[in-house]
């Protein structure tokens, strides 16, 4: 495998805040990596820095041998909200990155149709926001991050606001399509049951500042269904990596609530 990703001696501060401490890593091309912790761990400032949106304090993240900087068009970033804009049909929306590259031609078109295709949305391309379930819009949001085609796709809880029943399809749903195109995925979760079904590799952050305690590789057979998360095997990779943050979200609930 290649390396796609290089994060070497990561450190954010905000202020007299030390959000991030020393995160190190690799990621070959194509892997599936989920990034777990309690809250308050640094999980979404780590991702806004390799996605450019936010700098580091201290540290680098580099991808196909450039260093990071700046967003550009080899990461998509899907958010936890679909942020999409209400007055634009479905296919607008999800043209809105190759709009913003100048390619609004019929092939950035038809190549558009056929991510709504992937995604699940054929038929729902005139459709408005408004029209659609909170599962359909993430669909789109997944879409417009993936028509930019890009190399790296970065995700902030993208399922957080979904019920549970549409979760676990959304789950199987973004397996499929990454099974199919093989992006190199970064995924931010608090479901350790999430992160374990759909990644290679396990990130566990612990409490602030955010340092990486384990990486946990899941050996489970690809591709899965969501009967895996029955199986023996499955449970064991679950509960081990809520023993190492137990403590860590215990003391970060009675934070949030002194």
């Not at 892997?31 to 540290?59: D, Q």
């Not at 949001?141 to 029943?165: C, G, K, T, Y």
Request: charge should be neutral.
């Amino acid at each position: 495998m290649t390396r796609k990703v290089e994060v070497t001696g990561l450190n954010k501060w905000f202020g007299d805040l030390e959000a991030l401490r020393g995160i190190a890593l690799e990621v070959e091309r194509g892997e599936f990596i989920s990034v777990v912790g309690p809250s308050g761990c640094g999980k979404t400032t780590f991702l806004r820095i390799v996605a450019g949106l936010e700098p580091a304090s201290s540290g680098t993240v580099i991808i196909d041998g450039r260093v990071v900087t700046k967003p550009g068009n080899d990461r998509g970033f899907v958010f936890q909200t679909d942020n999409l804009l209400p007055w634009r049909t479905v296919l607008s929306n999800a043209m809105i990155g190759p709009e913003v590259g100048g390619r609004t031609g019929p092939e950035e078109k038809r190549r558009t149709l056929d991510l709504l295709k992937l995604v699940g949305l054929d038929g729902f391309e005139n459709y408005y926001p408004r029209q659609l379930s909170g599962g359909m819009r993430q669909r789109v949001n997944l879409a417009r991050a993936l028509a930019i085609d890009p190399e790296v796709l970065l995700m902030d809880e993208p399922f957080a606001s979904l019920d549970a029943q549409t979760r676990e399809i959304m789950q199987t749903e973004l397996l499929r399509i990454w099974e199919q195109g093989r992006k190199t995925v970064l995924f931010v979760t608090h479901q350790i049951d999430e992160a374990v079904f759909l990644s290679d590799r396990v990130l566990v952050f612990a409490r602030r500042p955010g340092r990486l305690q384990e990486c946990v590789e899941i050996k489970l057979p690809r591709p899965r269904s969501l009967g895996i998360k029955r199986t023996p095997e499955f449970v064991a990779y679950v509960d081990h990596i809520w023993r190492l943050i137990e403590d860590d979200v215990r003391t970060a609930v009675i934070h949030e609530h002194v």
